[in-house]
């Protein structure tokens, strides 16, 4: 029987080190302590002629036993401190894996979109590289835990955790549940298997060519969840809101609060845009996506807007392929080329088509209706009014809305006009 797991990480040893510590520090203390009470017990039992000295005070030895526990507590204190850090370390090289737990599998997710999941799932890593794990949940409280890496973190519905380790031995090694979840609770299994890094790199790129990787998927959403209309990817570029270029890490100040930009902030900002606002730009503006988007678009996206200057090349190419194959629709009718305008040029993003209030008006039903502005007048949309909304945004604000509309000037031909044009006139 092993009553120590496999040491199979870099702070394996330092872990044992530490909690043999501890160990020891109790059980000295624990004799000691419980050693002279029955020892005294004896000695001073009751009928004995002995009796206790009387002692009315002892400097050195109150000096003793009050400085001897505290120096031991606070180097104790000290070392769980500095090995809490090594655990959540996150070195900048690191291969990042998406871990989801459910009732009552493991799954996980490569960068490259392979899938492992079911029970006894295996999390494949290669040797001596640092793995970081980003831990979520969807259902109830999970807790992952890989014994012979020393490391164990809670998986919440609704959060974003890390894990990171490195492993330094070859071999399978058991991944459990630590947090009661239910009937099946114990059959909440995967197994961890570390392999040499050019065994890990073909068993990486041996994927089913269905699964999707999430750099693709978050790129494609981005697009077609209009993001785009709002937040660039270059360096600095400001639009309606932020750059998402050097987003990942940098710091935001929350309710007076410094907070480093991580999963969880991009996840809020996603879903609670409002809750926080960045220094500089208009609250309001930005749509909630709350509801709008599947667990795992969701988790993708977020790795998308933090990750895609990582990201392989290649899929940001196999992206804008599709869409170019999108493009190249001559045949297509006036509203059909309208419908892709609209989705690339990241109406989509502001407008809805079925009457709901995005960040602008839903172009359900908008033509030929009689519009209000904020300053009392009034028109009728026509086609000469679509054209100016777009081109002019800021010239005529319907009522209920902020000047929130880039404007389209020199961004649309002629023929593209038209055809957005004709779109909208058909969204009945
Ligand atoms: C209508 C314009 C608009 C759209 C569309 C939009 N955003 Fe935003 N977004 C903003 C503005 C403005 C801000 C800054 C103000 C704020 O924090 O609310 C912002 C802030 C953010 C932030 C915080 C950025 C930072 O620098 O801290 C993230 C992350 C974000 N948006 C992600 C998204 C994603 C992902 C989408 C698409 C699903 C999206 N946004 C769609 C306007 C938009
Ligand atoms: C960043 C968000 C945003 C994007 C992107 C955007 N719009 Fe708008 N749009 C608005 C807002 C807000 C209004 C209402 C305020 C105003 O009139 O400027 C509006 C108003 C309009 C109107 C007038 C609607 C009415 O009810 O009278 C039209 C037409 C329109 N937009 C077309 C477009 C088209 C076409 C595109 C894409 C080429 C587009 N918009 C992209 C935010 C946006
Ligand atoms: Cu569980």
């Known amino acids: ?30 004799v000691a302590i419980c050693g002279t009470m029955v ?19 002892n400097n050195t030895l109150e000096i003793i036993w009050t400085v001897v526990p505290t120096v031991v507590v606070i180097i104790l204190g000290i070392l769980g ?53 980003i831990v979520t949940s969807r259902d109830v409280l999970h807790s992952f835990f890989i014994p012979a890496m020393r490391v164990k973190q809670d998986a919440v519905p609704g959060q974003y955790k890390y894990l990171t380790f490195t492993p330094t031995k070859v071999g399978e090694f058991p991944v459990f549940c630590t947090e009661y979840c239910g009937t099946r609770h114990s059959l909440m299994l995967a197994r961890l ?43 600095g570029e400001r639009l309606v809101g932020p750059s998402f270029y050097g987003l990942k890490g940098s710091v935001r100040e929350i309710k007076g609060q410094k907070v480093e930009v991580d999963e969880n902030y991009v ?36 790795y998308f807007v933090l990750n895609f200057l990582e990201a392989p090349s290649e899929e940001l190419v196999k992206v804008s392929l599709e869409q170019e194959e999108k493009m190249d629709l001559a045949s297509l009718s006036p509203v059909e080329r309208g419908k892709i305008l609209y989705e690339q040029k990241a109406c989509i993003g502001c407008h809805s088509l079925d009457g709901s209030k995005l ?5 359900k039903n908008l033509y030929g209706s009689q519009r209000k502005f ?19 945004p800021n010239k005529n604000i319907v009522e209920g809305y902020v000047a929130a509309m880039p404007s389209y000037e020199g961004q649309l031909s002629d023929e593209e006009l038209n055809d957005i044009i004709e779109f909208i006139k058909a969204q009945k």
């Not at 737990?101 to 640092?130: C, D, I, M, R």
């Not at 904020?374 to 002019?392: C, F, N, P």
Request: hydrophobic share 40%; proline share 6%; glycine share 6%.
């Open 374 to 392: 904020q300053d009392g007048t009034s028109a009728i949309a026509d086609e000469e009014y679509l054209k100016a909304s777009i081109l002019y």
């Open 193 to 235: 298997k570390v392999v040499p890094e050019q065994e890990f790199k073909v068993w990486l790129e041996s994927k089913p060519s269905t699964q999707v990787s999430p750099v693709f998927l978050g790129r494609k959403l981005y697009s077609d969840l209009g993001c785009n209309a709002c937040h660039s990817l270059k360096e």
């Open 81 to 133: 401190v500095y090995l809490r850090e090594k655990m959540f370390e996150i070195q900048p090289n690191s291969l990042t894996i998406n871990v989801v737990g459910w009732k009552w599998a493991w799954e996980f997710q490569y960068p490259n979109g392979k899938k492992t999941s079911g029970q006894n799932a295996e999390l494949v890593v290669p040797l001596g590289h640092p793995v970081k794990l």
């Open 39 to 57: 020892w005294f017990a004896f000695k001073y039992k009751a009928g004995r002629q002995t009796q206790t000295p009387r002692i009315y005070g």
């Open 359 to 363: 960040v602008g008006p839903s172009f």
């Open 1 to 30: 029987m092993k009553i120590v797991p496999d040491k199979a990480s870099t702070i394996a040893n330092f872990f044992d080190a530490v909690n043999l510590g501890v160990f020891l520090a109790s059980l000295f203390f624990t």
């Open 267 to 302: 996840r809020e900002s996603i879903l609670y845009p409002n809750q926080f606002v960045v220094e500089g730009f208009q609250a309001n503006v930005m749509p909630s996506y709350l509801g709008r988007l599947s667990d795992e678009e969701l988790d993708a996206l977020v």
